[in-house]
């Protein structure tokens, strides 16, 4: 069980410190509005070895992906998030993406990336206009995400702030959700932080026995099944590689699955 982490001293003051303190702070006021949200992406393995050791050794994403699945897509809800973080937290719609809405605080830029998991075909567009009752939201669709169904667990973060130790419950994609993700994803861009984020997810932020179990319990789904190929096509052009490195964690995770 982790402890509490101590923010102001184990981490440095710098961007990814403000970024990790105004996701806390996102997700929390959203909760509080009773609105569920999915933290995606490259937070996944740095929140999830936090959450487990309290300290974490990975390169985090400096922006934060928000999923808000079908129940906060409700027009009703549509309009409370764009109060909460427009009026309330004071975020202002990118000039660059209209699904990306960014903020300045401490002198750093905060980003926060609206997702949906639409279906998505070839032939769609990646960014579609949520309709609220008297205001919209533009949410880029996530490839994969339409079949997360289940695959998401709920991690606690605690931390000081000052003398006070604050907690808060955060909803992740769990170990089939996170890998369907991002294998999903490599197949549309080539991003190394992606292969990275799925090493260091499999090595240091979950057990490998667990994965390979969840993986073996679930791959009837045609989606898991996809996921398994995927990874496997992935990491057999860098198994070399990896073999002269040492780093065999891969295979004991999905390798003979």
Not at 23 to 37: A, F, H, K, P
Not at 125 to 143: F, K, N, T, Y
Not at 171 to 176: A, G, H, R
Not at 228 to 240: C, E, P, Y
Request: net charge negative; with cysteine.
């Amino acid at each position: 069980m982790a402890g509490t982490i101590d923010i102001t001293n184990q981490f440095p003051a710098t961007r990814e410190r403000t970024v990790l303190l105004e996701l806390l702070r996102v997700v929390r006021n959203l909760q509080t509005e009773g609105i569920e949200v999915v933290i995606c992406g490259g937070w996944v393995p740095f929140l999830k070895q936090l959450a487990r050791e309290s300290e974490t050794a990975h390169s985090m994403s400096l922006d934060i992906d928000l999923l808000f699945r079908e129940a906060a897509r409700d027009p009703d809800v549509v309009d409370r998030i764009k109060t909460l973080l427009v009026g309330g937290m004071e975020f202002e719609r990118s000039k660059a993406h209209a699904f990306r809405y960014e903020k300045k605080v401490e002198g750093n830029v905060v980003q926060l990336d609206l997702l949906a998991d639409f279906p998505r075909t070839d032939r769609d567009e990646p960014v579609r206009r949520i309709q609220g009752l008297q205001s919209s939201l533009d949410m880029c669709l996530v490839d994969g995400a339409e079949d997360l169904a289940g695959h998401v667990e709920v991690i606690r973060i605690s931390w000081l702030d000052g003398d006070k130790t604050e907690t808060c419950d955060i909803t992740i994609p769990d170990q089939v959700g996170f890998l369907m993700l991002k294998a999903e994803v490599c197949r549309y861009r080539e991003n190394p932080k992606d292969p990275y984020d799925i090493y260091y997810y499999s090595r240091f932020s979950e057990e490998p026995d667990l994965i390979r179990q969840k993986l073996e319990a679930t791959i009837g789904e045609p989606s898991v099944r996809r996921t398994v190929d995927a990874l496997q096509r992935m990491f057999k052009i860098r198994g070399q590689q990896m073999d002269r490195a040492g780093i065999r964690s891969h295979e004991h995770c999905w390798g003979g699955t």
